[in-house]
């Protein structure tokens, strides 16, 4: 049976795109209270089902997919401009393909302008006309407002229509950082990347007897598999511990571990990867927001998806890779491993020196780099020391001496040093768990 919470988004998801979507009318349609229907509605905006435009309400949007996550809808342009809406409200779930700025002669313009673009223009009331008749939205710069009959008409075209007091090059400078912003979201694995669906898992119900987990257990080869209620909800877990000198004719829900641990489909790799490592597990259930079982995620998944990382070429930097790109690799007299890079502008906090968070990216690096020489695998960084000694200045070139003071099967802990000038500025103690290939 449904929660109320699940009854609503569920109500939601079957709208039609475009609707338009009230905490008021939501308790109404559906009996609940308006406190209940207004967390319903945010928690549907997280999922990307609706979008909240200040002065026009929310809106059902379609929900973008993975490969699509860099296409803005017009409904996130407005809240990224800080935009008013003219006209053409009915419109504002529709992506835009690419968008045009009017900075040129009319006809120029128009060669440009297509169906699905959006046209960032100033006070140039024809050029609006002209864009709406082809297709186009239309975003008016410098707070300017346009005509009565240029509003008309973006109503009957269902494209919008929209006016910031921000000029063209700031605009065109906020929504590429947008699309940037989304294309580092795009390359994030998540969970719900590389699960195995329960279609495809083996899972075990409370009132199935012990034999079952070995009948699982010959045919599978594994030893640890979830127990879901009739409600699809993980209620436990059961491993080879729990069974081993048990009854066969014993029900699951007598062995089984309760309340094991899960990841959510929105779990990003890095962090199921943490939890698997850390806990020592094979196996784990995947629930969805509600809690209700998804599938399973197994440490092989984990591997396999962060070595095709490792492969992939990367479309947007994030603030670790512009830190750590420029770090080059040398060796002092000893062969000792040398990491040296050069303060630069963005690298430095708003006094002018090395930021904090840079002088952490760039230690945790060298020790990562450090480590691959010695194990083939990847790692989980578990702790880390850092002891800052000396301000390190603009333009200042850093010397990293990452040194391996204890390295295992599953563990390693490493000793690094930054100086600059020959003089040590700073300290860090890194220990990381190590995941074998």
Wanted: glycine share 6%.
């Amino acid at each position: 049976m449904a929660t109320k919470h699940e009854q609503i988004l569920n109500h939601i998801d079957s709208l039609s795109i475009g609707t338009k979507i009230s905490v008021r009318g939501i308790a109404k349609a559906l009996e609940v209270s308006e406190g209940t229907a207004y967390r319903a509605i945010k928690e549907a905006e997280n999922q990307g089902l609706v979008s909240t435009i200040e002065r026009v309400g929310t809106i059902r949007i379609e929900r973008k997919k993975k490969e699509n996550i860099e296409r803005l809808t017009f409904a996130e342009i407005i809240n990224i401009v800080d935009g008013q809406v003219l006209g053409g409200r009915e419109g504002l779930y529709k992506t835009l393909n690419k968008f045009v700025i009017g900075a040129m002669k009319l006809e120029a313009m128009m060669r440009y302008t297509e169906a699905g673009s959006l046209l960032i223009v100033g006070n140039r009331t024809n050029a609006h006309e002209l864009a709406l008749k082809e297709g186009a939205a239309v975003l008016i710069t410098g707070g300017f407002d346009t005509e009565e009959h240029v509003k008309r008409l973006a109503d009957e075209k269902q494209l919008p229509i929209i006016s910031t007091s921000y000029d063209s090059f700031t605009v065109a400078t906020m929504i590429n950082r947008a699309i940037y912003d989304q294309l580092i979201k795009k390359e994030i694995v998540l969970v719900d990347d590389i699960y195995t669906p329960f279609e495809h898992s083996f899972y075990l119900h409370p009132d199935d007897p012990v034999s079952r987990w070995h009948e699982f257990n010959e045919e599978t080869m594994h030893s640890r598999y979830p127990v879901i209620d009739q409600h699809m909800r993980v209620v436990g877990m059961v491993t080879s511990k729990d069974v081993i000198g048990k009854e066969s004719t014993l029900f699951i829900d007598k062995v089984m571990t309760k309340q094991p641990m899960t990841v959510q489909t929105t779990t990003s790799l890095a962090n199921a990867a943490h939890m698997m490592v850390w806990e020592g597990i094979e196996i784990m259930p995947v629930v969805d927001a509600y809690h209700k079982f998804k599938g399973i995620i197994s440490r092989q998944d984990v591997l396999k998806a962060l070595q095709q990382l490792q492969r992939q070429p990367q479309v947007g930097e994030t603030i670790d890779d512009l830190v750590t790109s420029q770090l080059q690799e040398t060796s002092d007299l000893f062969e000792q491993t040398i990491y040296e890079t050069r303060v630069t502008p963005q690298m430095t906090n708003q006094l002018g020196t090395l930021s904090y968070g840079v002088f952490t990216s760039l230690v945790v690096d060298a020790g990562s780099r450090l480590l691959h020489h010695y194990k083939k695998g990847d790692l989980v960084v578990e702790n880390i020391s850092i002891y800052f000694i000396k301000p390190v200045q603009l333009d200042s070139t850093l010397e990293i001496k990452p040194r391996v003071l204890e390295v295992g099967r599953k563990f390693a802990k490493v000793d690094v040093e930054v100086f600059n000038e020959k003089v040590l500025v700073g300290k860090a103690m890194l220990m990381a768990q190590l995941i074998d290939r």
